[in-house]
């Protein structure tokens, strides 16, 4: 039987700030978080990081080249 918790407990969402120069390694890394606006500018395809998608939300973070992705805890 699953435990009980928090409405929020472990809820994460993934944004990319306006330093991003659209390197496209968060693409590579997993192409159903991070895509492209319609004028090829890197976003995020989700509001809330599935659970099964955190390890490569967490890459993303740690390999974009200039450190424009954030991971929050949702509140």
């Known amino acids: ?20 120069i659209t390197a496209c390694q968060c693409v590579l890394i997993d192409p159903e978080l991070f895509g492209f606006d319609d004028d090829g500018v890197t976003r995020v395809l989700v ?10 939300a967490s890459a993303a973070v740690d390999n974009c080249p200039i450190g424009a992705i ?3 805890p949702l509140p």
């Open 70 to 72: 954030h991971l929050d």
């Open 1 to 20: 039987m699953a435990t009980e918790q928090e409405p929020h407990a472990g809820r994460f969402r993934l944004w990319i700030d306006d330093a991003c």
């Open 47 to 56: 509001d809330e990081v599935p659970a099964e998608k955190l390890p490569s």
